[in-house]
């Protein structure tokens, strides 16, 4: 390991100027549904990361070859969602300028759509979102809110044509709601690898952002979220997936949703920095 300080995660270490990759919290989970928690997920995730090696056997790549800083946490995230996501916009763009490629570490949901928004500004009608997920977040408002978490990809198609929408693993959600999303985006339920090679046949250049929801996973694997939803994929699922997104143009991306109260083992955290450190190799120059 290249330190000892579970604030950061491991190999994490390169001064922010010269980093190609920043890793950011975003510990804000105001805009759940059902279980709150997600705010810790950063600092859990970061803790858990030490259980990992810097070194993947799947791309034969470690993370010390990296260019690779963890900035801590966004500040400024109160329960005022508005508040919260203009600090999150106002973080995300201040990255954008530096160039750097962000890795934000949510958080539940909600925090994709002022980061999305920001990269939105740069690539416009261009920027394509890929989304893996057990929900849709399809929805108008939920709750009273329409920046729930349930309503994340309904709000950034308010500004992103939907066709630009590219949503794996979905297999939840009301008829509403489903019916909607299908006929909107670039819908794949239930298998993830059948079916990710629809991006390699975007143009190459083609800006992806990529969100992962931490329950597009089966909770036998990611127990530790708000709202778990059975019959997902694996985790080893997962990492296929993103692998197979070698030589895309991910610009930026989150993974959201981790909720460290509803899993003492601590698997669903040192999964997602499992899922951190295979995304960051394969994003890396």
């Known amino acids: 390991m290249t330190n000892n300080d579970l604030s950061i995660f491991m190999a994490a270490d390169t001064p922010y100027k010269s980093a190609d990759i920043i890793l950011a919290g975003v510990p804000f989970d105001a805009a759940c549904s059902f279980r709150p928690g997600a705010k810790f997920a950063p600092g859990k995730i970061r803790e858990m990361s030490y259980v990992l090696e810097e070194y993947s056997i799947y791309q034969d790549r470690s993370l010390l070859d990296v260019s690779f800083c963890d900035v801590g946490n966004i500040g400024g995230l109160d329960d005022d969602i508005g508040k919260a996501h203009s600090a999150i916009a106002k973080a995300v ?3 954008l300028k530096d160039n750097k490629l962000p890795v934000l570490i949510g958080g539940d949901h909600s925090i994709s759509i002022p980061a999305v928004s920001e990269f939105f500004k740069i690539y416009g009608k261009s920027l394509v979102v ?7 977040d399809f929805r108008d408002g ?22 630009n929408i590219y949503q794996f693993g979905i297999r939840s959600g009301s008829r509403e709601e489903i019916n909607d999303a299908r006929s909107a985006t670039n819908f794949f339920s239930f298998s993830v690898l059948d079916n990710i090679h ?9 800006p992806i952002y990529i969100t992962i929801d931490i329950d597009v996973l089966d909770p036998a694997f990611a127990n530790g979220t708000g709202t778990p939803e059975p019959g997902g994929i694996s ?3 997962l990492v ?5 997104l070698k030589g895309c143009n991910i610009v930026g991306m989150d ?9 003492d083992s ?7 920095a499992m899922i951190i450190r295979e995304a960051v190799l394969l994003i890396s120059k």
């Open 142 to 163: 939920y709750l009273g809110s329409p920046c729930s978490h349930a309503s994340v990809i309904r709000r950034i198609a308010d500004f992103l044509p939907a066709g």
């Open 93 to 95: 763009s201040g990255y």
């Open 266 to 272: 601590g698997r669903t955290a040192v999964t997602a």
């Open 235 to 237: 985790a080893s699922e």
């Open 240 to 244: 296929k997936a993103l692998l197979a």
């Open 198 to 206: 629809h991006i390699k046949d975007l143009p190459i250049l083609t």
């Open 255 to 263: 993974i959201v949703e981790v909720s460290p109260p509803y899993d």
């Open 130 to 136: 890929v989304q893996l997920d057990a929900h849709a």
